[in-house]
C-alpha cells in the first residue's frame, strides 16, 4: 500500500543531477530534509556486462563523441559506496517511460540488497522524472504515490536486467513490450526522415527529430549530441551528404541533405 513521505525518513534516489534539485525543493516545501543522491551514470547505453561507469564513458566518446563531465566520474563510485551498503529505506523516483531512469533503477535494485526499497513512478505525468518541476510535484501529491518493491517484483526487475546484461547491447530503449536491447542505430531511421533534398542546417534536423523521438517516449543519451553523432554517422551512406563551413563538424554551422537522383 503506498505510504505517504513523511511517514519515515529515507534515502531519496534520483537518476540525474537536475531531478535531485526540484526533488529537494518539493521535500523542503513539505517540511523534509532528508538525503536525497542522483545516479549520474546513464545505464541506457553502452556496455553494462561487465561495464563500468568509465568504460560506458569511453564507449559515448569513441562511438557518440560526447564527452562527460569530471563531476560525474567523482560521483558515481560515492552513489554505489552509500546506497549498497545502507540499511536506511531507499526511495527511488523515476518514469517507467524513460529508459535512462528505468535502467538505473533496475541496476539499483540488482545491487542493493539489504535495505528496503520504494518506488514512485512518474510515468502517467511525464516522459522522464527529471522533465517534473518541484511545484508540480507538489500539486499532482507524488509523494502520496510510494509503492514498496515486493520480493516478486524484485524477482521480476531481476530477471529483465539478467537478460539485457546478457544481450549486452548498445542501447536500452523502452517499447510497448518494455524495457529491451537496441543497436546503436536504432533512431536511424527517424533521424534520416527529417533529411530532405534542400540544404539544412543540421541543426534543425537534429532538433525536429529529437522533438519526434520526444512525442514517441524516447529520450536518447546525450540527447541533441547523440541525434548529431548518428546524423554524421548516415553521411557516409551514399544517399545523404553534409558540408561544414569549419574544419570540424558542427551542429550549428554544418548543413546536410539528401543526394541529389543522378
Not at 6 to 28: E, I, R
Not at 91 to 96: C, N, Q
Not at 108 to 113: A, F, Q, S
Request: charged share 30%; aromatic share 8%.
Amino acid at each position: 500500500m503506498p505510504v505517504a513521505a513523511s511517514d519515515a525518513a529515507s534515502l531519496h534516489v534520483t537518476f540525474s543531477a537536475s531531478a535531485k534539485v526540484s526533488l529537494a525543493q518539493a521535500l523542503d516545501r513539505l517540511g523534509r530534509k532528508d538525503e536525497i543522491l542522483p545516479l549520474v551514470d546513464h545505464l541506457g547505453a553502452g556496455p553494462i556486462d561487465p561495464g563500468t561507469f568509465e568504460e560506458r564513458r569511453q564507449w559515448m566518446d569513441e562511438e557518440l563523441g560526447i564527452e562527460w563531465d569530471e563531476w560525474e566520474a567523482e560521483h558515481v563510485p560515492a552513489f554505489w559506496e552509500r546506497v549498497a551498503t545502507t540499511r536506511v529505506p531507499i526511495l527511488a523516483w523515476m518514469s517507467s517511460r524513460d529508459a535512462a531512469e528505468l535502467c538505473g533503477f533496475h541496476e539499483l535494485l540488482w545491487r542493493v540488497k539489504e535495505a528496503p526499497v520504494s518506488v514512485v513512478d512518474a510515468a502517467a505525468m511525464k516522459l522522464s522524472f527529471s522533465m517534473i518541476r518541484s511545484d508540480a510535484m507538489i500539486d499532482r501529491k507524488l509523494y502520496e504515490r510510494v509503492a514498496r518493491v515486493t520480493d516478486d517484483e524484485r524477482a521480476r526487475h531481476a530477471a529483465v536486467w539478467q537478460r539485457l546484461r546478457a544481450e549486452n547491447a548498445a542501447l536500452r530503449v523502452v517499447t510497448s513490450e518494455g524495457l529491451v536491447s537496441a543497436p546503436v542505430t536504432y533512431f536511424d531511421e527517424t533521424i534520416a526522415s527529417f533529411v530532405t533534398g534542400d540544404w539544412q542546417k543540421c541543426i534543425k534536423v537534429v532538433g525536429a527529430a529529437l522533438a519526434e523521438l520526444w512525442a514517441h517516449g524516447h529520450r536518447p543519451p546525450g540527447g541533441d549530441n547523440f541525434v548529431f553523432s548518428r546524423l554524421l554517422a548516415l553521411m557516409d551512406d551514399e544517399t545523404i551528404e553534409g558540408v561544414s563551413d569549419e574544419e570540424y563538424w558542427s551542429a550549428q554551422k554544418s548543413r546536410v541533405r539528401r543526394v541529389p537522383a543522378r
